[in-house]
């Protein structure tokens, strides 16, 4: 089969590896890695004025990086409308108005610079979405007195009272099946699985009573339903408390499924879910719930919401295009530094929605770098990454200069075993590893050239 | 046509004499015995005697014999192959539907599994859209994308129609959850079948619907036979209204529409206060467990005439109609004919209907579509964008 000859050859020769911006302001350092829980915005509050044009980084671009986060800022804080307050108060016209905006925009940026883990993400969303909307209420095992098995829920029991906070018994099907039962009648449920392995106990009812229910019925019964909780690999809870769902669920018609990466991705995904009329599964990861992400003071607004079935572009680049959701994002990301520093340009998709899938983002992306590497930690066959490989080449064949390639968990049941796990999922030298050989650049290919 | 209601305003379109024969029926209170006593589990049962009226009992008589009519007139099409695929019939059973409609309002909620043609029609649902549904057209009360399994009618508390045995008891608590969560001072039957009753799901959501006393009446309609498994091969307990264990139950005589009255009216006020109840409605249906059964290799020709003879729920109507004089037999045969009548004009209507829009095919996936793309079998040939 005559193969289309390469768009582009990107010609990397070792050269000095270029610092990235991610579309948030973080910027990833020489120090290589972009950690989660620190931020430009934070370090430039305690060493210098974000606003000072000398602000020393080591980036070749740093004034216009200084007066990019000036923008920012001034987006963020005119988001909260600070800066129409704070000018009406003390009348912007007495001032330079640049200056004022300095004032404001500082002022703004030591209320928005902050950090927050993922499980305040999702308690905090909870919490709002339950005060907002007297229909909420939460079920699941250990929800209410113990806090939640992972604390996601903790607090809510004594806001919100033991009538819209339910502890369940160990029963899957029986509460899952309440739960869809109460969407029917309009309420809006948040079922907490404690693990998505559990999930298959009521797979029956996420799927039979609450996926297809508005279609059945031709509009008659809608289920606003949100099923959430951990999925995916822990660390060391064997095969039966391992698996990824992402694929099963995301194969069904009737549902949406999200995954979030960062806290603003918990947040804002989760209020949606509860918002959105349809049935939701939302497919958390129990290593990431103690992770801190920054967030802006929009994302902390409780009016905060992200739209579901667009993905996020975590890392602009040219070279490939690199898609994963959940933890595997933050492996992405550090597998995007690593191909940085040997000249390779990696962006990096955090899908965020599995169902809507944005086939549009992803093969805008891979139209863009004619490259793509898929990331998953869920089992290989017919997994998440089968279908983006099979859109891509759907819609973008002529644009490959590469086979697609997928880096997934392995084909095994998870194994107890520290070294036997670590090689059951994946790991950053795997997607470094696979997004060079779409580049040509595996040591393996070098020697047949 | 929709079945009675307990009101006497009737449409002037009835024909004279069926329409004097009820309109003219008074609501006197009349006192009746229910045929057999109630057996209790860990509750007092209620009276043996049912308070009804000639307008209850010939209206008993009119809508059983309308569903009836129906579920014969829907085999004839089944075998026509104008029904496709599952249909479940549920004559034998009337008394079930007639006697729980008798007890309750539209705010409380009913939920079934697949034999639900005739509970609809008992929550208002209409002939023409009944029949539609079967046939697939777009007139049918799921627009023909739901089939027999999947009959709804939310604004009169009618959930379905639910393929999945055993799904709809903890459905049905969910409803009882989201009434009592609403403070709405309603209550939700959830119905199965003998077969059903020894899903473990089944106990998951009575033990939450005890925990949490929720007003919830889970309703066995005990037709001895889950599907080809007589009820003495599948349960080592036949004695469904005791498998509760905590939960009180009454055990029923389905084929008489009083007793169903008298015990969905007592599980109602019962629930309400105390939390749920089991009813096992001792009844039987006719036809084999679906159309694909004949229903006949499992259980003897004389046994179903049996039953057929002594305990047919519409014959004992009739007899009591007639033991009180309520009407002539001629009467009744002329409202038969009537019925008859209407299930014809109403197939009819039905059989002209089209079929869905091929555009159906990508609509109600989801509420809010958000614009996303959805496919068909060849994607480059069909694919559409969800509203």
């Given at each position: 089969?005559?193969?289309?000859?390469?768009?582009?050859?990107?010609?990397?020769?070792?050269?000095?590896?270029?610092?990235?911006?991610?579309?948030?302001?973080?910027?990833?350092?020489?120090?290589?890695?972009?950690?989660?829980?620190?931020?430009?915005?934070?370090?430039?509050?305690?060493?210098?004025?974000?606003?000072?044009?000398?602000?020393?980084?080591?980036?070749?671009?740093?004034?216009?990086?200084?007066?990019?986060?000036?923008?920012?800022?001034?987006?963020?804080?005119?988001?909260?409308?600070?800066?129409?307050?704070?000018?009406?108060?003390?009348?912007?016209?007495?001032?330079?108005?640049?200056?004022?905006?300095?004032?404001?925009?500082?002022?703004?940026?030591?209320?928005?610079?902050?950090?927050?883990?993922?499980?305040?993400?999702?308690?905090?969303?909870?919490?709002?979405?339950?005060?907002?909307?007297?229909?909420?209420?939460?079920?699941?095992?250990?929800?209410?007195?113990?806090?939640?098995?992972?604390?996601?829920?903790?607090?809510?029991?004594?806001?919100?009272?033991?009538?819209?906070?339910?502890?369940?018994?160990?029963?899957?099907?029986?509460?899952?099946?309440?739960?869809?039962?109460?969407?029917?009648?309009?309420?809006?449920?948040?079922?907490?699985?404690?693990?998505?392995?559990?999930?298959?106990?009521?797979?029956?009812?996420?799927?039979?009573?609450?996926?297809?229910?508005?279609?059945?019925?031709?509009?008659?019964?809608?289920?606003?339903?949100?099923?959430?909780?951990?999925?995916?690999?822990?660390?060391?809870?064997?095969?039966?408390?391992?698996?990824?769902?992402?694929?099963?669920?995301?194969?069904?018609?009737?549902?949406?499924?999200?995954?979030?990466?960062?806290?603003?991705?918990?947040?804002?995904?989760?209020?949606?879910?509860?918002?959105?009329?349809?049935?939701?599964?939302?497919?958390?990861?129990?290593?990431?719930?103690?992770?801190?992400?920054?967030?802006?003071?929009?994302?902390?607004?409780?009016?905060?919401?992200?739209?579901?079935?667009?993905?996020?572009?975590?890392?602009?680049?040219?070279?490939?295009?690199?898609?994963?959701?959940?933890?595997?994002?933050?492996?992405?990301?550090?597998?995007?530094?690593?191909?940085?520093?040997?000249?390779?340009?990696?962006?990096?998709?955090?899908?965020?929605?599995?169902?809507?899938?944005?086939?549009?983002?992803?093969?805008?992306?891979?139209?863009?770098?004619?490259?793509?590497?898929?990331?998953?930690?869920?089992?290989?066959?017919?997994?998440?990454?089968?279908?983006?490989?099979?859109?891509?080449?759907?819609?973008?064949?002529?644009?490959?200069?590469?086979?697609?390639?997928?880096?997934?968990?392995?084909?095994?049941?998870?194994?107890?075993?520290?070294?036997?796990?670590?090689?059951?999922?994946?790991?950053?030298?795997?997607?470094?590893?696979?997004?060079?050989?779409?580049?040509?650049?595996?040591?393996?290919?070098?020697?047949?050239? | 046509m929709?079945?009675?209601?307990?009101?006497?305003?009737?449409?002037?379109i009835?024909p004279?004499?069926?329409?004097?024969?009820?309109?003219?029926?008074?609501?006197?209170?009349?006192?009746?015995?229910?045929?057999?006593?109630?057996?209790?589990?860990?509750?007092?049962?209620?009276?043996?005697?049912?308070?009804?009226?000639?307008?209850?009992?010939?209206?008993?008589?009119?809508?059983?014999v309308l569903m009836r009519r129906m579920e014969i007139a829907s085999d004839s099409l089944?075998?026509a192959?104008l029904i496709?695929?599952?249909?479940?019939?549920?004559?034998?059973?009337?008394?079930?539907?007639?006697?729980?409609?008798?007890?309750?309002?539209?705010?409380?909620?009913?939920?079934?599994?697949?034999?639900?043609?005739?509970?609809?029609?008992?929550?208002?649902?209409t002939l023409v859209?009944a029949f539609a549904?079967l046939m697939?057209?777009?007139?049918?009360?799921?627009?023909?994308?739901?089939?027999?399994?999947?009959?709804?009618?939310?604004?009169?508390?009618?959930?379905?129609?639910?393929?999945?045995?055993?799904?709809?008891?903890?459905?049905?608590?969910?409803?009882?959850?989201?009434?009592?969560?609403?403070?709405?001072?309603?209550?939700?039957?959830?119905?199965?079948?003998?077969?059903?009753?020894?899903?473990?799901?089944?106990?998951?959501?009575?033990?939450?619907?005890?925990?949490?006393?929720?007003?919830?009446?889970?309703?066995?309609?005990?037709?001895?036979?889950?599907?080809?498994?007589?009820?003495?091969?599948?349960?080592?307990?036949?004695?469904?209204?005791?498998?509760?264990?905590?939960?009180?139950?009454?055990?029923?005589?389905?084929?008489?529409?009083?007793?169903?009255?008298?015990?969905?009216?007592?599980?109602?006020?019962?629930?309400?206060?105390?939390?749920?109840?089991?009813?096992?409605?001792?009844?039987?249906?006719?036809?084999?467990?679906?159309?694909?059964?004949?229903?006949?290799?499992?259980?003897?020709?004389?046994?179903?005439?049996?039953?057929?003879?002594?305990?047919?729920?519409?014959?004992?109507?009739?007899?009591?109609?007639?033991?009180?004089?309520?009407?002539?037999?001629?009467?009744?045969?002329d409202t038969e004919k009537e019925v008859r009548k209407e299930v014809d004009e109403a197939i009819a209507k039905a059989k002209e209907m089209?079929?869905?829009?091929?555009?159906?095919?990508?609509?109600?996936?989801?509420?809010?579509?958000?614009?996303?793309?959805?496919?068909?079998?060849?994607?480059?040939?069909?694919?559409?964008?969800?509203?």
């Open positions: 089969m005559h193969r289309a000859a390469p768009r582009q050859r990107q010609e990397h020769n070792g050269e000095q590896a270029v610092p990235h911006r991610y579309t948030d302001g973080r910027v990833s350092t020489q120090r290589g890695g972009c950690s989660n829980s620190g931020s430009i915005t934070e370090e430039g509050m305690h060493k210098s004025s974000p606003l000072n044009p000398t602000l020393k980084r080591s980036s070749p671009n740093g004034s216009t990086l200084s007066r990019f986060l000036f923008w920012e800022l001034y987006r963020e804080a005119d988001m909260l409308g600070v800066l129409r307050r704070e000018v009406a108060c003390q009348g912007a016209h007495a001032w330079g108005l640049e200056q004022g905006l300095r004032v404001i925009a500082s002022r703004a940026l030591s209320s928005s610079a902050k950090a927050m883990t993922v499980r305040d993400a999702l308690n905090s969303a909870l919490d709002e979405e339950m005060s907002a909307d007297p229909k909420v209420f939460v079920m699941g095992e250990e929800v209410g007195e113990y806090q939640g098995a992972y604390k996601i829920t903790k607090g809510l029991l004594d806001k919100y009272g033991p009538e819209r906070v339910l502890d369940a018994p160990i029963t899957e099907a029986g509460f899952a099946g309440i739960g869809v039962g109460a969407a029917y009648y309009g309420l809006r449920p948040v079922i907490e699985f404690m693990t998505f392995n559990f999930s298959m106990q009521a797979i029956d009812h996420i799927i039979n009573s609450a996926a297809k229910s508005n279609y059945m019925s031709s509009g008659q019964i809608s289920v606003p339903i949100v099923f959430r909780g951990p999925d995916g690999a822990a660390a060391g809870v064997g095969a039966q408390h391992s698996q990824c769902y992402a694929a099963w669920f995301g194969a069904c018609p009737g549902l949406k499924v999200l995954t979030p990466y960062s806290s603003e991705d918990a947040r804002g995904l989760l209020k949606a879910a509860i918002r959105d009329p349809d049935p939701v599964v939302f497919l958390e990861n129990e290593l990431l719930y103690g992770e801190s992400f920054p967030v802006s003071a929009e994302v902390l607004d409780s009016s905060f919401c992200l739209p579901i079935g667009k993905a996020k572009i975590e890392r602009e680049g040219k070279d490939v295009t690199i898609t994963a959701f959940s933890k595997m994002v933050g492996y992405a990301l550090q597998a995007g530094d690593i191909l940085a520093k040997e000249g390779i340009s990696a962006e990096v998709i955090n899908l965020r929605s599995i169902r809507p899938l944005d086939r549009a983002a992803i093969n805008a992306s891979v139209r863009k770098t004619n490259r793509l590497v898929t990331v998953e930690e869920g089992f290989p066959q017919h997994g998440v990454g089968a279908e983006i490989c099979a859109s891509v080449l759907e819609d973008s064949f002529e644009y490959l200069d590469a086979a697609v390639e997928r880096i997934s968990g392995a084909d095994v049941p998870m194994p107890y075993a520290a070294n036997l796990e670590r090689m059951a999922v994946p790991q950053v030298e795997d997607i470094v590893r696979a997004a060079k050989r779409t580049c040509y650049r595996s040591t393996a290919l070098a020697a047949t050239a | 929709a079945l009675t209601r307990r009101s006497l305003h009737l449409h002037l009835r004279i004499f069926s329409a004097r024969l009820l309109t003219t029926a008074s609501t006197s209170p009349i006192s009746i015995e229910t045929s057999l006593p109630f057996t209790a589990h860990n509750i007092d049962p209620p009276s043996r005697s049912v308070q009804t009226s000639p307008h209850e009992l010939l209206s008993f008589f009119r809508d059983m089944y075998k192959k496709r695929g599952f249909c479940h019939l549920y004559d034998g059973q009337e008394a079930v539907a007639i006697g729980m409609e008798a007890a309750i309002t539209r705010k409380d909620c009913i939920i079934t599994a697949y034999r639900d043609h005739c509970l609809y029609l008992g929550r208002g649902g859209e549904e697939g057209r777009n007139g049918g009360c799921s627009k023909g994308k739901g089939g027999s399994m999947h009959f709804y009618k939310k604004d009169a508390g009618f959930y379905g129609g639910h393929g999945i045995v055993g799904a709809q008891i903890p459905l049905g608590c969910g409803l009882a959850f989201a009434q009592k969560y609403s403070k709405d001072d309603s209550v939700s039957f959830m119905m199965y079948g003998d077969g059903a009753a020894n899903q473990g799901q089944l106990f998951e959501a009575l033990n939450m619907a005890a925990l949490w006393d929720l007003p919830a009446i889970l309703v066995c309609e005990n037709n001895h036979y889950g599907m080809g498994t007589a009820e003495w091969r599948a349960a080592k307990s036949p004695a469904y209204f005791k498998r509760g264990d905590y939960v009180p139950g009454l055990k029923v005589d389905g084929m008489d529409a009083l007793a169903v009255k008298q015990a969905c009216k007592f599980a109602k006020e019962h629930a309400l206060k105390n939390g749920p109840i089991i009813l096992e409605m001792d009844t039987y249906r006719y036809h084999g467990h679906s159309m694909s059964d004949p229903g006949s290799t499992y259980r003897t020709r004389d046994e179903i005439s049996g039953i057929r003879q002594e305990r047919d729920p519409v014959e004992r109507v009739r007899k009591l109609i007639l033991a009180h004089d309520l009407a002539t037999e001629k009467e009744m045969k089209p079929s869905p829009d091929p555009s159906e095919l990508f609509t109600n996936v989801y509420v809010k579509g958000l614009g996303v793309e959805a496919f068909g079998a060849d994607r480059k040939e069909l694919r559409a964008v969800l509203p």
